[in-house]
């Protein structure tokens, strides 16, 4: 298939400094970047449909009734000496 593509200065620059240390043709270098980067893209789009899943672990039960007093809080969680 022939297309005409436009590439970033940056990417047109990588792809000729490529081009010049493995002595390949242009067209060949692009298509095995576009085939790597398909790959990596499809198999990123696989990775993320399934989802993440965590064991749920008993911690006990609370032992403060609520966080609004603040001093309460840490002494429960740091002894009195936190002050």
Do not use: H, I, W, Y
């Not at 792809?15 to 298509?31: G, H, I, M, P, W």
């Not at 672990?57 to 002894?79: F, Q, T």
């Amino acid at each position: 298939m022939r297309t005409t593509l436009s590439l970033d200065e940056d990417v047109a620059a990588a792809l000729e400094q490529l081009r010049k240390t493995r002595d390949e043709s242009f067209k060949a270098l692009v298509n095995e970047a576009l085939r790597r980067g398909l790959k990596d893209m499809k198999d990123a789009a696989r990775r993320r449909t399934t989802p993440f899943r965590t064991r749920a672990v008993s911690l006990g039960r609370c032992r403060l009734g609520g966080v609004d007093n603040v001093a309460e809080a840490l002494a429960v969680a740091e002894g009195e000496s936190f002050r």
